[in-house]
């Protein structure tokens, strides 16, 4: 089986920014938020071997434009796969409290 190559978007990047704040502020630990931001890349690695692994939205705009997302914990991660370039594109963390369809549609 072809391996996937993973990548994370800028705008991921600052969602997982964003998610270890928001532990360190909650915990005031330190390793606990990199510890659950390196749980959260580590799901993303899943997608190395396993790229359609994820559910499919239910919104009609982010299924049309590809989208997928894997749930982890309380967190949904979403990324789009390029079946030519064999390669899964990270777009974004939400958690699974947030409107992640508004936010998602304003991102496309």
Known sequence: MKSWRVIMTDTAKNDLREIALGILEVSGDADTAVSFVTELREQCDILETLP???????????RALGYRFLVYKHYLIFYVTDTDGHQVSIHAFFHEKQDYFRYMRRRI
């Open 52 to 62: 359609e692994s994820g559910a499919v939205p239910k919104d009609y705009v982010l």
